[in-house]
């Protein structure tokens, strides 16, 4: 199973809007509602704040949000703030019973 | 609340063996399948597979299967990864995660596994 292909960086002013895309096939992305996100800080673990395509757990700001068209899922952090600098993983359930990740996408506030 | 703490950092020398714990708390640990994770220095996240806490039965990923063995003590709710013949690539943070859909929302700290002679 290949990894989900994601930016490896995307940059934005604070207060600004970014999204970044995780690419996957029909085997996996486009084959099911089972794209999540996950958030990571330098040195912490990582952080659901997407799943299912489009849910937010509790406690997780509405400033994120997912969606999918296809074989490709979308996050955009809406009001960037300082905060949001980490990285940022997609996965997908896939068709072989299996997860994957994508490659991460490396997220900076200027 | 829902707690997994993970066994601390290890050393190791090539083709020796490290076996890291996860034991959870704050659920019943056979309603959840366990995940692992591997992420490598600088590099991102790998999936490497899944034990089904109720009855045992391990899926390895692709480029997980021969020395990589997860296996359960349900008794003190603890998952393990073993790996053996450890080489140098094996250096990295690995991770337990339970899942109970199809998302991984809680999280061990990590313990760090580092292979050097």
């Known amino acids: 199973q290949s990894a989900l292909t994601q930016p490896a960086s995307v940059s934005g002013s604070p207060g600004q809007s970014i999204t970044m895309s995780c690419t996957g096939t029909s085997s996996d992305v486009g084959g099911y509602n089972y794209v999540c996100w996950y958030q990571q800080h330098p040195g912490k673990a990582p952080k659901l704040i997407i799943y299912?395509?489009?849910n937010r757990p509790s406690g997780v700001s509405n400033r994120f949000s997912g969606s999918k068209s296809g074989n490709t899922a979308s996050l955009t952090i809406s009001g960037l703030q300082a905060e949001d600098e980490a990285d940022y993983y997609c996965?997908?359930?896939?068709?072989?019973?299996?997860?994957?990740f994508g490659g991460g996408t490396k997220v900076t506030v200027l | 609340q829902v707690q997994l703490v993970q066994s601390g950092s290890e050393l190791k020398k090539p083709g020796a063996s490290v076996k890291v714990s996860c034991k959870a708390s704050g659920y019943t640990f056979t309603s959840k399948g366990m995940n692992w994770v591997r992420q490598a220095p600088g590099q991102g996240l790998e999936w490497m597979g899944w034990?089904?806490?109720?009855?045992?039965?391990?899926t390895y990923a692709q480029g997980f299967t021969g020395r990589f063995v997860f296996s359960l003590d349900t008794s003190v709710s603890t998952a393990y990864l073993q790996i053996s013949s450890l080489k140098t690539e094996d250096t990295a943070v690995y991770y337990c995660?339970?899942?109970?859909?199809?998302?991984?929302?809680?999280w061990g700290q990590g313990t760090l596994v580092i292979v050097s002679s």
């Open positions: 995660a339970p899942s109970a859909d199809y998302y991984f929302d809680y």
């Open positions: 299912e395509v489009s």
């Open positions: 034990i089904n806490t109720d009855t045992g039965n391990p």
């Open positions: 996965n997908s359930y896939t068709n072989s019973n299996t997860w994957v």
